[in-house]
T-cell receptor
Framework: GQSLEQPSEVTAVEGAIVQINCTYQTSGFYGLSWYQQHDGGAPTFLSYNALDGLEETGRFSSFLSRSDSYGYLLLQELQMKDSASYFCAIHMDSSYKLIFGSGTRLLVRP | DGGITQSPKYLFRKEGQNVTLSCEQNLNHDAMYWYRQDPGQGLRLIYYSQIVNDFQKGDIAEGYSVSREKKESFPLTVTSAQKNPTAFYLC?????????????FGDGTRLSIL
C-alpha cells in the first residue's frame, strides 16, 4: 500500500517563511507533487519533483529526497492569500494515478 | 478558454436514487479522474481513465460507476449502493505520457442527501 503523512495545520505570520513537510511510503514512486486548495475551491498545481533536490517557482520551492522518502514545500514572503490547504501527492507509476495526502491547513496571520 | 466543467455545482439525492455528475474537458487530455473529498480530508481516487473506452477502479470505487465513451466526457454515477455519498466530488484531467504533467481540476460538485 501507500501512505503519506503531513501536518494537519500550520500557522505563520505574514511575510514569514513556512515549511510544510511530507513523508511517504510506497512501493512505486515516480515523483512528488504539491497542490493548493482554497476553501470550497478546486486544487491547483504548485510544483513537481521527480529527482532529489530543490525546485523553485517564485515564492514557492519544493524539495525531494528519494532516499529519505521525504519532501517539503517552502513558502516565502507569506501573504494573506496563501491561507489555504496544501496537499502533497505521489505519482505512483505510468498509470497517471496520484495518491494525495490528507492536507496541511496553513493559516497566515497579520 | 480551455478547462474542465463540472455540473451541477450542487446536487441533492433522495434515498435509493442514482445520480450522475457531469465532467467535460476541452483540453484534449487523454486521462481523466474522479476524486471524492470529505470535510477536512484529502482527495481519494474513485475511478480513472487513461483512454477512451477504458477505465480502472481507484481506492473507493464501490457504489460508483463511470463511462468514457468520448475523450471529452467522463461522467460519474453515484448509485444507491453508495450509502454515504455526501461529499465534494472533483473531476480532473491530465495530458501526456510524461509523469510531470499536472492534473487540472474542475470546480467540483457538492452532493448531499435529502
Amino acid at each position: 500500500g501507500q501512505s503519506l503523512e503531513q501536518p494537519s495545520e500550520v500557522t505563520a505570520v505574514e511575510g514569514a517563511i513556512v515549511q510544510i513537510n511530507c513523508t511517504y511510503q510506497t512501493s512505486g514512486f515516480y515523483g512528488l507533487s504539491w497542490y493548493q486548495q482554497h476553501d470550497g475551491g478546486a486544487p491547483t498545481f504548485l510544483s513537481y519533483n521527480a529527482l532529489d533536490g530543490l525546485e523553485e517557482t517564485g515564492r514557492f520551492s519544493s524539495f525531494l529526497s528519494r532516499s529519505d522518502s521525504y519532501g517539503y514545500l517552502l513558502l516565502q514572503e507569506l501573504q494573506m492569500k496563501d491561507s489555504a490547504s496544501y496537499f502533497c501527492a505521489i505519482h505512483m507509476d505510468s498509470s497517471y494515478k496520484l495518491i494525495f495526502g490528507s492536507g496541511t491547513r496553513l493559516l497566515v496571520r497579520p | 478558454d480551455g478547462g474542465i466543467t463540472q455540473s451541477p455545482k450542487y446536487l441533492f439525492r433522495k434515498e435509493g436514487q442514482n445520480v450522475t455528475l457531469s465532467c467535460e474537458q476541452n483540453l484534449n487530455h487523454d486521462a481523466m479522474y474522479w476524486y471524492r473529498q470529505d470535510p477536512g480530508q484529502g482527495l481519494r481516487l474513485i475511478y480513472y481513465s487513461q483512454i477512451v473506452n477504458d477505465f480502472q477502479k481507484g481506492d473507493i470505487a464501490e457504489g460508483y460507476s463511470v463511462s468514457r465513451e468520448k475523450k471529452e466526457s467522463f461522467p460519474l454515477t453515484v448509485t444507491s449502493a453508495q450509502k454515504n455519498p455526501t461529499a465534494f466530488y472533483l473531476c480532473a484531467s491530465r495530458d501526456g505520457q510524461a509523469s510531470n504533467q499536472p492534473q487540472h481540476f474542475g470546480d467540483g460538485t457538492r452532493l448531499s442527501i435529502l
